[in-house]
């Protein structure tokens, strides 16, 4: 069976209230195994993680490394790895190095198109290295957010991946957020945050943010223009359609 973004309006409106934690139980119940959460290992990401592993939902957590992350980006996978007992962290990687990348193609976050090419090669070709085991991706992305991400909805297709993506988080703002971490004291949190980071990503490409600035400036300041890295469909304007298993119709309530 093969849908439409068009075909999941129903779908979103059942859900467009949905507390996070429901919309995740909803999706473990459909997908199980088939499932998993994408995390840079921000704030919202790990959020996410704290109130599936409470929920006892054991999902797969995907964390790409794009060799050029900062230590406490690491650490704070390895802290969630340890701590949250009932998800299963996979570290997914580039083939090569980066090392080994510069030395074959050169420095190349230092131009709009080689950042391009950059971030696809240690960001996007990992996790479709993964294509096809998964149905559906979870992610932390709120319209609140802003620019791309402001149409974001509960469910979306990921043509690339040929999977669903799912946002709990759509209708979160910012201020719900802090509030949702602020009543967790075990929460684990990225150091990077208290240091002035807004946003995290690698560290040739990310700078901390000054407070009268937008969240996202800290991402590629040298790259005029630049805002996402290309692994979320709904950053760069993918459309399209997937294949869907027969078995999902029913429970999605999806027609042909």
């Not at 934690?21 to 996410?48: K, N, Y």
């Not at 995907?62 to 390895?78: K, Q, S």
Request: charged content about 25%; hydrophobic content about 40%.
């Amino acid at each position: 069976m093969r849908i439409l973004d068009a075909q999941l309006a129903d779908l979103n409106s059942r859900f467009a209230s949905a507390e996070p934690l429901d919309l995740l139980r909803f999706v473990h119940a459909v997908f199980g195994r088939r499932c998993a959460i994408l995390t840079s290992m921000q704030r919202a990401g790990t959020t996410l993680c704290y109130l599936a592993d409470r929920a006892q939902l054991d999902f797969d957590v995907l964390f790409v490394d794009t060799g050029v992350l900062h230590r406490e980006t690491l650490a704070t996978r390895d802290e969630l790895a340890m701590t949250h007992r009932n998800l299963r962290v996979i570290t997914l990687q580039s083939e090569r190095s980066f090392m080994q990348q510069t030395a074959e193609e050169g420095v190349l976050y230092l131009t709009r198109e080689g950042q391009e090419r950059c971030c696809d090669l240690r960001k996007s070709a990992p996790l479709q290295s993964v294509k096809g085991k998964y149905d559906a991706f979870i992610g932390a992305l709120r319209r609140g957010e802003g620019g791309a991400r402001a149409n974001v909805k509960p469910f979306a297709l990921d043509p690339e991946m040929n999977a669903f993506r799912i946002h709990p988080f759509a209708n979160v703002s910012s201020e719900d957020l802090e509030n949702m971490a602020a009543r967790v004291p075990d929460l684990v949190v990225n150091p990077l945050h208290a240091m002035g980071f807004s946003t995290i990503g690698c560290f040739p490409c990310t700078t901390p943010v000054r407070p009268d600035e937008p969240d996202r400036a800290g991402r590629w300041r040298h790259l005029a223009g630049v805002e996402y890295c290309g692994i979320n469909p709904i950053d760069r304007g993918a459309a399209g359609s997937i294949e869907v298993a027969d078995r999902y119709r029913e429970p999605l309530g999806l027609s042909e």
